[in-house]
Antibody, heavy 119, light 109 residues
């Protein structure tokens, strides 16, 4: 059974850093495109970043230069390193797996982890 | 950057048909995916590649895509279909970005 379990969220001051983890089971993280998607309180879904199976990474303009997506194949885990955090980064962060067939819809999502940036 | 436009809300009576639109420039040339999100839960894929359904999704959920508009159609709407719905595409022409629509709140009257 495919499962994605995020962790690492919490309350952090503006300018601080946080690393989110997404532990995967039931499939191999390196075989799929993997993304982070966030949702600010009461708002819609916002794509954050993607790491392709080949290792290429891409970011939304709002986080480029501050966030880094990576994976540890030995731990089958996806990460999001978040630096220089701002109040507007406050959101529930989801990791999501893209299907290998079709045009890469996100077929599995984690339960989300809440990041609150506030002094 | 590519923009997807959804109506903020759609209302429908039980048993009727709900249509949720997603507008984008020449969206018919892209593959559109649709997600359902209920309060406090993660999104769930309900339609992918314009009109395909993942296993476990009722046949009541269908999709179409042509020109500048993609549409999610929910037939014989039930109370349990009340949720937020999001369309999504991959915009490979724009730094490989994923784009979500703003979301549509479906209210079952």
């Amino acid at each position: 059974e495919v499962q994605l379990v995020e962790s690492g969220g919490g309350l952090i001051q503006p300018g601080g850093s946080l690393r989110l983890s997404c532990a995967a089971s039931g499939f191999t993280v390196s075989s799929n495109y993997m993304s982070w998607v966030r949702q600010a309180p009461g708002k819609g879904l916002e794509w954050v970043s993607v790491i392709y199976s080949g290792g290429s990474t891409y970011y939304a303009d709002s986080v480029k230069g501050r966030f880094t997506i990576s994976r540890d194949n030995s731990k089958n885990t996806l990460y999001l390193q978040m630096n220089s955090l701002r109040a507007e980064d406050t959101a529930v962060y989801y990791c999501a797996r893209a299907m290998v067939r079709g045009k890469w819809p996100f077929d599995y999502w984690g339960q989300g982890t809440l990041v609150t940036v506030s002094s | 950057s590519y923009v997807l436009t959804q109506p903020p809300s759609v209302s429908v009576a039980p048993g009727q048909t709900a249509r949720i639109t997603c507008g984008g420039n020449n969206i018919g040339s892209k593959s559109v995916h649709w997600y359902q999100q209920k309060p406090g839960q993660a999104p769930v894929l309900v339609v992918y590649d314009d009109s395909d359904r993942p296993s476990g999704i009722p046949e009541r959920f269908s999709g179409s895509n042509s020109g500048n508009t993609a549409t999610l159609t929910i037939s014989r709407v039930e109370a349990g279909d009340e949720a937020d719905y999001y369309c999504q595409v991959w915009d490979s022409s724009s730094d490989h970005r994923v784009v979500f629509g703003g979301g549509t709140k479906l209210t079952v009257l």
